[in-house]
């Protein structure tokens, strides 16, 4: 056996669902390369730190990481440290500077050649590669982080909405959707895997086909994915303005389209959504939810508020939290306003100051705490499909998710089997008897 197929490699990969499909690309490759993967980075000899670098909470999180990789190096626990993902790409010139312990720097329009590259590194070389983050690639097999029963879908690349606050259209370019063809390609492939719940996801599915077929061609590829042998598909990140009648129907109509929604609406205030390059106000997100609800008879809304936003009044804020509170979003996160350098929000002169930001964000928080309790306690009593996610030695308890439940994201429903066996990956059904500390607590039927 050659010493490249004994060297051990430990992904670590952070932020969002999109750039944990980059590094299941890029591990699918470093396995045809010979490669071997263990979790922890101490025992492995090459690390691959997929970076975030969305906000400065992202971008903190990922410096920590690097940081902890480099006193693994020093020590002689680990050979070399190779980086990826947004913030390797959104700082080129500077990462190799400010980090000299890195042996790699690639972005994201390189992760094809990450094999080639860490040929290299193992020579001494000390690699910087950087292409046109157009070029990204979004074929190629992959091999999956997240449990078998569900995976991640990418349907489009980049952004074109450029919001005022965000980085990704100058981190990941141009908004650029799959062929449809290749999408069903790889689902039908995932189906036949075994996966039973397939989440699409881009910086906005809704735009979805506009760029390839001059049309929003959400719908079409939804029903082509629905003729596929899978239990869920999960739709995220879909942008208030794109959700047509026609999506709408889908959604209504195909049993295989859970009724959940991702909404990023941000605020509700239409001065600040203008600022922010948004469209629509109060009166058209309201008219949104009601025709969501009305149509969709027990749909689960999910949506992210920016709290602090340059300008924002303590009038615009009280109203955001009126909005919500009259709403009743089901899944709601928030975000204290981020200035990211390079975006235009971050030259505005009228800045809120950070602990008004985070206090803000807090108060949401808190409310929705409170809101989510009255939903769990309202919802006791109630019979649920559950998809069955691991068993909690410590607790004594099963836990999984509903269709309401999105990975990761949303938290889990605790259960007991009644000395049933059961698996992760079942469904099962679980009657709901009381709510712990925000947790919904049941036990099969």
Known sequence: MSEKKLTKVAMVSLGCAKNQVDAEMMMARLADAGYAF??????????????????TAAKEEA??????????????????????GCL???????FAELFPEVDAVVGISEYEKIAEVFEKMQKGEKVLTFGEKEQHTMEGKRILSTAPHYAYMRIADGCDNCCTYCAIPQIRGRFRSRPMEKIVEEARDLANDGVKELILIAQDTTRYGLDLYGKLALPELLNKLCELDFKWIRLLYCYPERITDELISVIKNQPK???????????????????MNRKGDENSLRELVAKLRREIPGITLRTTFITGFPGETEEQFNKLGEFAEEMKFERMGCFAYSEEEGTPAASFPDQVDEEVREHRKEILEE??????????????????????????????????RSAAFAPEIDGMIYFTAKGKKVA???????????????NLIGEIV
Not at 257 to 275: E, F, R, S, T
Request: with cysteine.
């Open 88 to 94: 390797s790409e959104r700082y080129r010139g500077e």
């Open 367 to 400: 409310q929705q705490d409170t809101r989510v309790e009255a939903l769990y306690e309202s919802m006791t009593g109630e019979e649920v499909e559950v998809v069955v996610e691991g068993y909690d030695r410590y607790l004594e308890h099963y836990f999984g």
């Open 38 to 55: 263990v979790e922890e980075p101490g025992v492995s000899d090459i690390v691959l730190l997929n970076t975030c670098g969305f906000i």
């Open 63 to 84: 410096i920590e990481w690097l940081n902890e990789l480099i006193e693994l190096k020093k020590e002689g626990r680990i050979k070399f440290i190779c980086v990826t």
């Open 424 to 438: 992760a990956g079942d469904f099962v059904k679980i009657r709901l008897n009381r709510v712990v500390e925000n």
């Open 257 to 275: 389209i859970v009724k959940y929604l991702d909404i990023p609406m941000q605020h509700c205030d239409g001065a600040l959504l203008k600022k």
